[in-house]
């Protein structure tokens, strides 16, 4: 599965954006997909996940009520739909495939990285 994430910018505290990522490979409908951020010299951390079949998501905490993970197999892509942002939000964004999981180990395929900047 080949990743490649698109749709970060610059946007105020507050604002919107949606991340997408398109999937390249016959096994996308079959991976879960997730997305994490990471800061300069931190870890990259967990985002939002959605099972192979859309049924399932999960948040993290820090997101949770704000952010939406969706998924269009017929065109092999995942999307994160970020509301009400905050400045903390800012990073570099990543996509990735394999399993349901909240840990970056879960994950195989990795998509390049799309950097998200909220301005307070």
């Known amino acids: 599965v080949q990743l490649q994430a698109s749709g970060g910018g610059l946007v105020q505290a507050g604002g919107s954006l949606r991340l997408s990522c398109a999937a390249s490979?016959?096994?996308?409908?079959?991976?879960?997909m997730g997305w994490f951020r990471q800061d300069p010299g931190k870890e990259r951390v967990f985002v939002a996940a959605?099972?192979?079949?859309?049924?399932?998501?999960l948040y993290a905490d820090s997101v949770k009520g704000r952010f939406t993970i969706s998924r269009d197999s017929a065109n092999n892509t995942v999307y994160l739909q970020m509301n009400s942002l905050k400045p903390e939000d800012t990073a570099v964004y990543y996509c990735?495939?394999?399993?349901?999981?909240?840990?970056?180990?879960?994950?195989?395929?990795w998509g390049q990285g799309t950097l998200v900047t909220v301005s307070s």
């Open positions: 990735a495939a394999w399993v349901y999981s909240r840990s970056v180990r879960g994950y195989n395929y």
């Open positions: 959605i099972s192979w079949g859309g049924g399932s998501t």
């Open positions: 490979g016959r096994t996308f409908s079959t991976n879960a």
